[in-house]
Nanobody, 124 residues
Framework: QVQLVESGGGLVQAGGSLRLSCAASGRTFSSYTMGWFRQAPGKEREFVAGISPLSKTTSYTDSVKGRFSISRDNAHNTVFLQMNSLKSEDTAVYYC?????????????????WGQGTQVTVSS
């Protein structure tokens, strides 16, 4: 069982930066692939970024490549999403997710555990 708690969301102007954090409970964090997803009002949940258990593999959706960076600190059971050059279309609730696999999935149905989400609002 893994519990996830996101933090770091907020209101930022276009072009600004935010760093999201996701703190995980449990002793086996280093065996989980972690993902960040987002959901805007009226839209489906969308894959943003993912990272394999030992950080060997990362994956990003095309719209955030070069602007967002995912990383993790297994010693502190935390995964991060650094978001730079934010755009109004990045506005959404951002969710952290975990799956006990060594593959980075972009399909949200593959993930077993979810946080409660944190709101990111980018004003233009």
């Amino acid at each position: 069982q893994v519990q996830l708690v996101e933090s770091g969301g907020g209101l930022v102007q276009a072009g600004g930066s935010l760093r999201l954090s996701c703190a995980a409970s449990g002793r086996t964090f280093s065996s989980y692939t972690m993902g960040w997803f987002r959901q805007a009002p009226g839209k489906e949940r969308e894959f943003v970024a993912g990272i394999s258990p030992l950080s060997k593999t990362t994956s990003y959706t095309d719209s955030v490549k070069g602007r967002f960076s995912i990383s993790r600190d297994n010693a502190h059971n935390t995964v991060f999403l650094q978001m730079n050059s934010l755009k109004s279309e990045d506005t959404a609730v951002y969710y952290c997710a975990a799956v006990s696999r060594w593959i980075v999935y972009s399909d949200y149905t593959r993930y077993n555990y979810w946080g409660q989400g944190t709101q990111v609002t980018v004003s233009s």
